[in-house]
């Protein structure tokens, strides 16, 4: 006699695995496929062919890809920190997310593939420059940028003060390579084509989107190691979310950023040379000596406490403002402002308000393109 209970099971258990089968199998098999593929760094993959008009009313969303975890692969699907970061192209990461067919019009061009641990000032430029070109265009409503998030936050700050348009840009990466179980990739890319997309979003200044938050360029950091909640805005807090498939705003950003903002690399071959030093017991003054040397325009100190120097760092810190050398005063704890001391401009110092050493660089690089006046630059470290 034929068991009822067992001849019911068998099509739940064939329900079940398939759907295991389709959890898993959109971007990991995808990128797994690839991997064998990979679009070379130095080619576009889309931005020398004739863009149609599209009628569909939907928004035109170009995503730059500078490679990253998100588009990182693995042979190992539980691999989360031992695999190839920036080895699939563009194409395969919107391939990979069918979905973003229903909220846009998307297209890629790859503008290099790499950890974002590489990323240097010539990528910084070549990347500003050609977002510009992109948001000048009537066919293009925003820019996506994927990005490694070793590095994310420096870059998104950079366009920040670099853009000059209200269209949404937006930076998206991933804490899990394209072949984990689990990938926050595909999500993340998604939400930020949706965020992009958004008219809500204009006039925001570049945006971060990971883990379902939107935050902005000035205010977030990375705080995690490996934890996919790793970006936060420990004070200022989150400009928004998405949720349920929309997009919401709660606040701004209430600091210069892309239009208001007076930085202009259109012109630009190469940014000036600013080094980070950190301030730590028994530290001696000979880097900052040896960064002058090597030809250091600027210096950011992560000062101790509210951007303390010790007798010895503020001995060198003050030989190298003799020369010429702006110095700028940040802090190594990782939150809270620096405040100004009246004794900072007679040694050529400046303090970074609330930036964090990185981005202290970031806005002092851009500052010497303009001026060497030190009152000048603690003006652009108050409004920007």
């Given at each position: 006699?034929?068991n009822?209970?067992k001849?019911?099971?068998?099509?739940?258990?064939?329900?079940?695995?398939?759907g295991?089968?389709?959890?898993?199998?959109?971007?990991?098999?995808?990128?797994?496929?690839a991997?064998?593929?990979?679009?070379?760094?130095?080619?576009?993959?889309?931005s020398?062919?004739?863009?149609k008009?599209?009628?569909?009313?939907l928004?035109?969303?170009?995503?730059?890809?500078?490679?990253?975890?998100?588009?990182?692969?693995?042979?190992?699907?539980t691999?989360?920190?031992?695999?190839k970061?920036?080895?699939l192209?563009?194409?395969?990461l919107?391939?990979?997310?069918?979905?973003?067919?229903?909220?846009?019009?998307?297209?890629?061009?790859?503008?290099?593939?790499?950890?974002s641990?590489?990323?240097?000032?010539?990528?910084?430029?070549?990347l500003?420059?050609?977002?510009?070109?992109?948001?000048?265009?009537?066919?293009?409503?925003?820019?996506?940028?994927?990005?490694?998030?070793?590095?994310?936050e420096e870059?998104?700050?950079?366009?920040?003060?670099?853009?000059?348009?209200?269209?949404p840009?937006?930076?998206?990466?991933?804490m899990?390579?394209?072949?984990a179980i689990?990938?926050?990739?595909?999500?993340n890319?998604?939400?930020?084509?949706?965020?992009?997309?958004?008219?809500?979003?204009?006039?925001?200044?570049?945006?971060?989107?990971?883990?379902?938050?939107?935050?902005?360029?000035?205010?977030?950091?990375?705080?995690?190691?490996?934890?996919?909640?790793?970006?936060?805005s420990?004070?200022?807090?989150?400009?928004g979310?998405?949720?349920?498939?929309?997009?919401?705003?709660?606040?701004?950003?209430?600091?210069?950023?892309?239009?208001?903002?007076?930085?202009?690399?259109?012109?630009?071959t190469?940014?000036?040379?600013?080094?980070?030093?950190?301030?730590?017991?028994?530290?001696?003054?000979?880097?900052?000596?040896?960064?002058v040397?090597?030809?250091?325009?600027?210096?950011?100190?992560?000062?101790?406490?509210?951007g303390?120097?010790?007798?010895?760092?503020?001995?060198g810190?003050?030989?190298?403002?003799?020369k010429?050398?702006?110095?700028?005063?940040?802090?190594?704890?990782?939150?809270g402002?620096?405040?100004?001391?009246?004794?900072?401009?007679?040694?050529?110092?400046?303090?970074?308000?609330?930036?964090?050493?990185?981005?202290?660089?970031?806005?002092?690089?851009?500052?010497?393109?303009?001026?060497?006046?030190?009152?000048?630059?603690?003006?652009?470290f108050n409004?920007?």
């Amino acid at each position: 006699m034929i068991n009822m209970k067992k001849m019911t099971m068998i099509p739940l258990l064939a329900g079940l695995i398939l759907g295991s089968t389709l959890w898993n199998g959109g971007f990991t098999n995808t990128a797994a496929a690839a991997t064998s593929t990979t679009t070379p760094a130095s080619i576009s993959t889309t931005s020398n062919k004739t863009e149609k008009t599209e009628t569909n009313h939907l928004p035109n969303i170009k995503i730059l890809a500078t490679g990253g975890t998100i588009a990182g692969s693995s042979a190992v699907n539980t691999d989360t920190t031992g695999y190839k970061a920036g080895s699939l192209g563009v194409e395969t990461l919107i391939k990979a997310v069918p979905e973003m067919k229903s909220i846009a019009n998307v297209s890629g061009e790859q503008i290099v593939n790499i950890d974002s641990s590489d990323m240097n000032n010539d990528i910084l430029l070549k990347l500003a420059k050609r977002t510009n070109e992109l948001l000048a265009r009537d066919d293009v409503d925003g820019v996506v940028i994927t990005h490694g998030t070793d590095t994310l936050e420096e870059t998104a700050y950079f366009l920040d003060l670099v853009v000059k348009s209200d269209k949404p840009v937006v930076v998206v990466g991933s804490m899990r390579p394209a072949t984990a179980i689990s990938a926050d990739g595909p999500f993340n890319l998604y939400n930020a084509v949706k965020v992009a997309g958004a008219s809500s979003s204009k006039g925001q200044g570049v945006l971060v989107l990971l883990n379902d938050r939107i935050g902005a360029a000035r205010y977030v950091t990375k705080t995690n190691t490996t934890a996919v909640d790793t970006f936060k805005s420990v004070e200022q807090g989150y400009l928004g979310a998405v949720v349920g498939d929309q997009v919401y705003y709660y606040n701004k950003s209430v600091r210069k950023h892309t239009t208001a903002s007076v930085f202009d690399i259109s012109n630009l071959t190469e940014l000036p040379q600013v080094d980070i030093l950190y301030e730590y017991q028994n530290n001696g003054r000979y880097l900052y000596d040896a960064a002058v040397a090597a030809g250091a325009k600027g210096i950011v100190v992560a000062g101790s406490g509210n951007g303390s120097l010790s007798k010895a760092s503020k001995e060198g810190a003050e030989a190298a403002g003799k020369k010429g050398v702006i110095i700028a005063r940040s802090t190594r704890v990782g939150s809270g402002v620096v405040s100004p001391s009246t004794k900072d401009a007679a040694s050529n110092f400046v303090s970074t308000d609330s930036l964090n050493p990185q981005k202290a660089r970031i806005l002092l690089m851009l500052a010497l393109t303009r001026t060497h006046d030190v009152n000048q630059i603690q003006s652009f470290f108050n409004e920007y």
